[in-house]
């Protein structure tokens, strides 16, 4: 399996343009994981979903933020209007829940995005 | 709100030292992962222990999980070079919900 698969890997955006970050898990894993990490706050969790369902959504920072998981090979994280707080390093992770309910993540590389 | 402290934040040492970083949290997690993350990538999972007093080892690498599943520690054992780059502990929960702790920044000189 080639591991978690996210695009772009760097954007330059200017402030108020919309963005989309993509995210392909490991083929067969149920639980995906969209963060985002910085010097100043570290890795911050910002919604997971289950089965492509959406279970938790506490970590999205205001309603510029949205994400998708359309299907189990696909998910997207989306900002608009872009701000240049926003810059961070954003990672999508996918895991399973083995049978004693552990969950190990696997992280793609991570897209840095620059909103000036 | 579930917070995972590390200590120290940042940590430079000379190859062949030991060292020892801590995780603390006042939560009670189901399991508890150490990761490592070195510059442009995502973290790698290194252990993950899942029972109150647990220890596991990893080459030079020991992990441990508090009696009470609220903390745990990494202890290295003459470090390399090779051992450098972001530390971090990462705490599941009932929710499978996975919560990363502040990171430990480490820099092993030769």
């Known amino acids: 399996d080639a591991g978690v698969i996210q695009s772009p890997r760097h954007e330059v955006t200017e402030m108020g343009q919309e963005v989309t970050l993509r995210c392909k898990p490991i083929s067969g894993h149920d639980y995906l994981f969209w963060y985002r990490q910085t010097m100043m706050r570290g890795l911050e969790l910002l919604i997971y979903?289950?089965?492509?369902?959406?279970?938790?959504d506490s970590g999205m920072p205001e309603d510029r933020f949205s994400a998708k998981m359309p299907n189990a090979s696909f998910s997207t994280l989306k900002i608009q209007p872009s701000e240049p707080r926003d810059s961070a390093v954003y990672f999508c992770a996918s895991s399973l829940v083995l049978r004693d309910r552990r969950t190990e993540a696997f992280f793609g590389q991570g897209t840095r995005l620059t909103v000036v | 709100t579930q917070l995972l402290e590390q200590s120290p934040q940042f940590l430079s040492i000379q190859e062949g030292e030991n060292l020892t970083v801590y995780c603390n949290s006042s939560s009670v997690f189901s399991s508890l992962q150490w990761y490592r993350q070195e510059p442009g990538e995502g973290p790698v999972l290194l252990v993950t222990v899942v029972t109150g007093g647990e220890v596991k080892k990893l080459k030079r690498l020991t992990f441990q999980f508090g009696d009470a599943r609220k903390d745990s520690s990494l202890h290295i054992t003459a470090a390399q070079t090779g051992d450098t780059g972001l530390y971090l502990c990462?705490?599941?929960?009932?929710?499978?919900?996975?919560?990363f702790g502040t990171g430990t920044r480490l820099q092993v000189f030769p």
């Open positions: 979903f289950n089965n492509n369902v959406p279970i938790d």
């Open positions: 990462a705490g599941g929960d009932h929710t499978d919900k996975l919560i």
